[in-house]
């Protein structure tokens, strides 16, 4: 089984010619790669999508151990975890993998190599499509389906879809919506997003989809259906 086809990895990493060369790499290799040079950003990012985190322990606002008790802490499915750190040390390995760290890499290191373990890593633990009942959206491939019907999106409607799904039942405000689809510090208006999303809710109907699937919260922002059976 090809692991490339579903998976996204989030590099958590604050020196961007490290993080460039990874990301540049795992993209190479048919994953998709995102990046954060923050524990901040990094939190914002795990609010999509995530397969694995590749997580350096000493970034600017904190500890990377930090984010490490968080993510194994989650109930739901979550993203596998490789170290990437300057420390060496084997207390220090012997702390994340116990924490649940799944692998340890210490710089310095080739990206050819990280990319080698991260594969390794995802074929011990196989990527679960995100999904409501009768809705799929696959990351990398950026294909969306309703009951097998192929859902035509633009690149934003992927997007919002992705980031919604993600969380069925949690409310992104239209701030964090700029901030995870455009980027941060985009400046965008509320009715913009709003006639994309009423885009997106019309092709979802057009698949056979339900059209309270993504619910609006006054006020607010947007939510998907955490109810919704097919």
């Known amino acids: 089984m090809s692991v490339a086809v579903q998976s996204t990895v989030l590099v958590v990493e604050d020196e961007p010619a490290i993080a460039e060369s990874i990301a540049y790499a795992l993209r190479r290799a048919e994953l998709d790669a995102r990046q954060a040079g923050t524990l901040e950003r990094a939190r914002e990012e795990l609010e999509r999508p995530t397969d694995l985190l590749l997580l350096d322990l000493m970034l600017p606002d904190g500890s990377g151990f930090d984010l490490i008790s968080e993510v194994t802490s989650r109930s739901e499915k979550r993203p596998a975890i490789i170290v990437l750190s300057s420390r ?8 994340a993998l116990e924490m ?12 050819r190599e990280v990319v080698a373990r991260v594969k390794a890593v995802l074929r011990r633990a196989p990527v679960v499509e995100r999904s409501e009942p009768g809705l799929r959206v696959i990351q990398a491939t950026r294909r969306a389906t309703y009951a097998g019907h192929e859902l035509e999106l633009t690149r934003v409607e992927f997007d919002l879809l992705a980031l919604l799904s993600s969380t069925p039942g949690h409310v992104f405000s239209r701030t964090s919506i700029i ?22 809710r019309r092709e979802i109907t057009r698949a056979g989809g339900p059209a309270g699937l993504i619910e609006t919260v006054r006020g607010v922002g947007y939510r ?6 097919a």
């Open 88 to 95: 060496d040390a084997e207390s220090d390995r012997v702390k």
């Open 100 to 111: 649940g760290a799944d692998d340890y890499v210490v710089k310095p290191f080739s990206p």
């Open 224 to 229: 998907m259906s955490g109810g919704h059976e």
């Open 179 to 200: 901030d995870l689809v455009w980027g941060a510090g985009f400046a965008l208006s509320d009715r913009t997003i709003d006639s994309h999303i009423k885009a997106l």
